[in-house]
């Protein structure tokens, strides 16, 4: 296949083609029925493969992944369309939407990512500090 496949096909053929977990396919059936699909497509993306669910309405696309789904307007939408006890927040892909995670995720959860660690060896009993490995400069 191509980057994109041509042809419109089923929400379980497409969430399958793209790695989805079986047990977020219902969910993910339950709000894609809410918003109204008209077609699916799945983006053989290297990495983050991505189904695209095109709205009945013209609206923009929900954009469907392992974990998470983006492309909702508002907060408010999403609780409208998967109910207000799923996990939702700002899309970080795709500004200006919503995302919902669905049960079954491998999303990293929202804030600042870690800083940067450095690690630091050990001190040796000469009083010289070891490199990360564990060698003394002075004594190895």
């Not at 998470?68 to 500004?95: P, W």
Request: with cysteine.
């Amino acid at each position: 296949m191509n980057n994109t496949d041509s042809m419109s096909i089923s929400l379980t053929a497409a969430l399958s083609a793209v790695g989805v977990p079986a047990a977020n396919h219902d969910f993910i059936r339950q709000f894609t029925t809410a918003v109204g699909i008209a077609d699916y497509h799945y983006v053989d993306q290297t990495g983050k493969p991505y189904v695209v669910a095109t709205r009945v309405d013209g609206g923009l696309p929900l954009h469907i992944y392992y974990g998470a789904t983006n492309g909702f307007h508002s907060e408010e939408e999403v609780i409208r369309m998967a109910g207000s006890a799923v996990d939702r927040r700002k899309s970080g892909s795709r500004k200006g939407t919503w995302c919902v995670e669905h049960p079954v995720n491998q999303s990293r959860p929202p804030g600042p990512r870690s800083k940067d660690v450095r690690r630091e060896g050990a001190f040796c009993a000469c009083g010289m500090q070891r490199s990360v490995t564990g060698e003394c400069p002075s004594c190895d």
